[in-house]
């Protein structure tokens, strides 16, 4: 046993060989035959290919394991085509794990065929001339990827096509040529990307196109932006998106929820729709709050549409809501129906530009029920054109209070990971302590510490200490003190 040094796009890697009478345990092209099914193949050094356009290794066995040991698979530079692969689990045969391995220097690094229902898994996908990864057909279910690094390929880092209920989760998707992810086809639905970290990739960081009904949650694209088309009733979570261009592109996808993401952008536009695009966005926080038609037409009018939907355990008919402009202008006043919600609330205000630009502002809006005030507040409405809604904002009052006491609500979602939300109500201006402890009784974070107006107030709290640092799973408490009003109530937070 000896070992050899490796450094690939900055990280070290350290391979054992493991040489036995002077050859390799395989020699490539390499295949497992049906012979093999149930069995683990561990590599003891790394396997080469000789020749140009030769194959990697075609796994044509059940329930097969290949466990790389560290070690690598390489092609040759110029492998182009997804028939010319490192890793090629075969049609038909399922159950194949591949893990703890190198793939660089092919046409795909891993090409996926049907009925895989694998495991990829500490796995690296480097310098590949077309993707790192790629599904090929349907069906194509619940395969998992994971802890795994797609870096540098020249098209994508994972390409997801006719594929559902696949579970890929805390991966690092780096500097690929064409984009980071593409998760794409009519039949790609219900899969679950979940936890991964998208940087630096060409174009883009993740597209979403033709797919449906897929779960995105708490990923981080940096320097990258999502594009959200013709893909429609997705729900994307607790996603950070961050680009110096636009961070989120929508096009002709209706039905998607954005729920308690950040859209930041550092130079242009946050979003940028086109007329086709319906969005809701749930608790999402904006950089810029700028948003962009792209239809090739100047000066459109524009209305914002305001929903709102007011619940305390039920839906609140007969709510009074008003909306006053930044002149204190009255200009809407209206009454929930029985479901509690007004169903579009039209403000006409701008012309958009020859540039297409459109810019939110500031509202003040007044709800009451029976000349008690739920809440009063300044919103940012988000600009829509007047032909189809291109943007939706949602205002989602949980726990709607009608009594006239101090109340603090319990968190939602609880047992939650990593961010809750803690509304409470306000009688009259207070000078208002929310404080989170441990279960020990030692100050965590001090969410709130001033005065506030009377009102429905909602803080979220990302589980971090006033530090900024993570803190670990757990039993909190959070306290409300508002006068001589003081209440706690419990929460858990689960990693």
Known sequence: MFKKLLIIGGMIFILCLNVQNGFAQITLPYTVTSSMKGQTLTLTEDLQATYLMEKGISIMAHNFTLDGNGHSVTGMDQALGGDHTGLNPRDQYSGITIKNLIVTKWGDGIYARQYMHGLIDNCYLLDNASNGFSFANQPNTGTEIRNSIFEKNARFGIKVARTDS??????????NERGGMTIEQLSTEYN????????????????????????????????????????????????????????????SSIGNIFNDCKIINSRDFDVVMDLGAVVTFVGTEFNKDLVKIIDGASNLTVKWHLYVTISNSGAIEGAIIKIYDKDNNLVVEDTTNSEGKIETLDLVEYVQNSAGKVYSAPYQLEISKEGYPLINQTVDLIENTDLLISLTYVMNIQNGNLSQEFALFQNYPNPFNPTTAISYDLIRSSYVVIKIVDINGKLVRTLMKGFQAAGQKILHWNATDDQGKEVASGIYFYSLVAGDFKQTRRMVLVR
Do not use: P, W
Request: charged letters at 25%.
């Open 192 to 251: 679950i990307i979940e936890g991964n970290t998208i940087q630096d990739n060409m174009r883009f960081g993740m597209e979403l196109y033709l797919a449906k009904h897929n779960l995105i949650k708490n990923n981080v694209l940096y320097n990258n932006k999502l594009i959200v088309e013709q893909a429609d009733s997705n729900t994307f979570i607790g996603n950070t998106i961050e680009d110096s261009d636009t961070s989120l592109i929508a096009k």
């Open 166 to 175: 696949c579970y890929i989760h805390d991966n690092e998707i780096l500097e």
